[in-house]
């Protein structure tokens, strides 16, 4: 058996959660992770980053079991949305937030989207929410 890495800046969460720990879920949820690194992603927050040019499938996921997690991405990044969400499953997330920053820029409806994974289902289902939705009413659709 072939062991993945972790994605960068994972190792820190990877280690706590090993420890029996669990990060404290903001309004986005336990954790957020980008397309690309940039210091102010969501303050506050811990952060993994997917390298843009990496198969999100390469990397160990497992630390995300029975989270919630929070994805920001662009346009550029969809081709690999997919990918990580399945890898994201396939370990156990719980839910799944997708937030694409250039839809919002560009005002369009749908950009942030969340997907839940029911076992025995062939693959999660979305549930659109507000284009920009406030944290308090998270569940909301």
């Known amino acids: 058996m072939t062991l993945k890495k972790l994605p960068p ?30 210091r102010n992603i969501v303050p506050d927050f811990p952060v993994v980053v997917v390298p843009p040019e990496r198969d999100p499938a390469e990397f160990e996921w497992r630390f995300t079991a029975g989270l919630d997690v929070f ?11 997919h990918a990580l969400c399945c890898a994201l499953f396939a370990a156990q997330a719980r839910d799944v937030q997708t937030f694409n920053m250039d839809q919002i820029c560009r005002g369009e409806p749908r950009a942030w989207l969340k997907l839940s994974y029911q076992p025995g289902a062939p693959s999660p289902w979305v549930v659109p929410l507000w284009k920009k939705q406030p944290c308090q009413n998270q569940n909301s659709i």
Do not use: Q
């Not at 994805?71 to 949305?81: G, Q």
């Open 9 to 38: 800046y994972a190792k820190a969460i990877n280690d706590a959660r090993r420890n029996g720990m669990v990060p404290v879920r903001g309004c986005m949820g336990h954790i957020a992770i980008g397309f690309e690194w940039r």
């Open 71 to 81: 994805i920001m991405h662009r346009d550029r990044d969809i081709p690999h949305l």
